[in-house]
């Protein structure tokens, strides 16, 4: 049997004490915060062909099929289309539950009625939100599924919490009389929570401290709570929210933008102005009028020396450090994976250019990412070509890529998520949505 998750109360009482116990153990150093990976480890072998032709793994693992679109849930909805960003939680008493954001906009189905949400269009509410998919942790089957966020718009992605929830994030910075808002009611492009433990719809609460952008992801430090957030533009920048309650982002905080000093582009694009592997301190400047009507808050931050990143997009705690995916960043434009460390009192932030594509092969548009048990990077491929061709992209801890799956759908890989024991991993194909539990040979 898993351990219960942490409720917010235990964590509120534990960050303080976990801080220091972090910064004694020295666990934000990237010595001790990974495993090494097996010198000679470069891939799990090649890729067999699916006979059911939807995933190629390497021999030894296997997957099946969770949830599909159309699916009957146990609201009396059905699963809808667009299965993005997603995050696996422990219940307790032998459960867990995946939250999956779905990324509709306007129009979309919704998958039945929505009784109560955030906005509306012309009076009906938007179909974008959450699904949660209970399941039995032991043999992986589906015990329930159903809405738990309903009137959002395009839930990208977003992160799990330590203290068991899930912040789902809009990629829709529109509103009344804004571009793609005709009809709506109210201004959209918030992080919303949902609880893993949501038994059904929650009351939607858009955070708004956390900033009006076109958001992607999000990841939180357990140490102090501060949450990082990614923004997918081409000229974005890396934000950090440092909460007033840490655990109670409701209760508001300070949005902060990310400055390098001395390196305000570090897409790579013109040249390499971010060296691989060299270790940079990063420092945080307050952002202004966080809720930016305009959607103008990266064009602010720039101005006042925050550092340029193309196309933010997963990002994911690890063990003391957390990594960030850059989609179009570097040389040929197909993709980047930053590593940041955590200061946690001890210094500033630090953040080092871990990875950067040269081919397709190595790497080509990487999407949401997430941190194995093993230390390993898992990436979710989601390219921009009439015809597809997606892999879930492995990185060693130091830094060498490897192909793990081939997806054989014309769709786009998201919401890789780790089960808590190690021993799945869960992903989405995106449209027809499918989420998917794979298993095997993990490397130690």
Not at 28 to 47: C, N, S, V, W
Not at 175 to 193: C, D, I
Not at 356 to 374: A, H, I
Request: hydrophobic letters at 35%; a negative charge.
């Amino acid at each position: 049997m898993q351990a219960p998750r942490p409720d917010r109360r235990q964590f509120l009482a534990a960050t303080g004490s976990a801080f220091a116990a972090l910064l004694a153990s020295g666990c934000m150093t990237r010595g001790a915060a990974l495993p090494e990976a097996p010198p000679a480890f470069d891939g799990y072998g090649p890729l067999v062909s699916d006979p059911a032709g939807m995933l190629d793994l390497p021999r030894g693992f296997s997957y099946r099929v969770l949830s599909s679109l159309g699916d009957p849930m146990s609201d009396g909805g059905t699963v809808p289309d667009k299965a993005d960003g997603m995050g696996c939680l422990d219940l307790g008493n032998d459960e867990i539950v995946l939250v999956r954001n779905h990324e509709l906009a306007p129009g979309d189905d919704a998958g039945g009625p929505i009784a109560k949400g955030f906005g509306t269009r012309e009076g009906e509410i938007v179909p974008g939100g959450t699904t949660n998919i209970v399941l039995d942790s032991r043999t992986l089957a589906v015990k329930r599924q159903f809405r738990t966020l309903g009137g959002t718009i395009r839930n990208c992605s977003g992160g799990v919490t330590p203290w068991g929830s899930w912040l789902t994030c809009e990629e829709a910075p529109t509103g009344p009389g804004q571009r793609y808002g005709e009809g709506l009611a109210v201004n959209h492009g918030w992080v919303f929570e949902v609880p893993g433990d949501a038994s059904g719809l929650v009351e939607p609460v858009p955070l708004r401290a956390m900033g009006r952008f076109n958001h992607e992801a999000a990841c939180v430090d357990p140490a102090t709570g501060h949450v990082y957030l990614t923004e997918d533009r081409d000229e974005g920048v890396l934000y950090r929210f440092v909460p007033s309650t840490p655990g109670r982002l409701a209760d508001g905080g300070r949005l902060q933008a990310m400055v390098i000093d001395d390196l305000p582009d570090i897409r790579n694009w013109e040249s390499a102005a971010m060296p691989f592997g060299k270790s940079y301190p990063v420092r945080w400047i307050d952002c202004e009028d966080v809720e930016a009507p305009a959607d103008d808050l990266r064009f602010r931050s720039a101005a006042k020396g925050a550092s340029l990143i193309a196309r933010g997009e997963g990002i994911h705690m690890g063990t003391g450090e957390f990594y960030v995916c850059s989609t179009s960043g570097g040389a040929v434009q197909l993709g980047q994976v930053f590593r940041v460390v955590p200061g946690r009192g001890a210094g500033p932030d630090r953040i080092e250019l871990f990875f950067e594509s040269e081919s397709e092969e190595q790497f080509n548009y990487g999407d949401n990412l997430t941190v194995g048990p093993n230390g390993h990077l898992i990436v979710c491929e989601d390219q921009y070509t009439e015809i597809v061709d997606n892999y879930l992209r492995g990185i060693t801890p130091d830094g060498r890529p490897y192909p793990f799956g081939r997806l054989r759908m014309q769709t786009e890989l998201a919401g890789g998520c780790f089960s808590p024991d190690g021993k799945w991993f869960f992903v989405n194909a995106y449209s027809p949505a499918r989420t998917i539990a794979i298993t095997g040979p993990w490397a130690a």
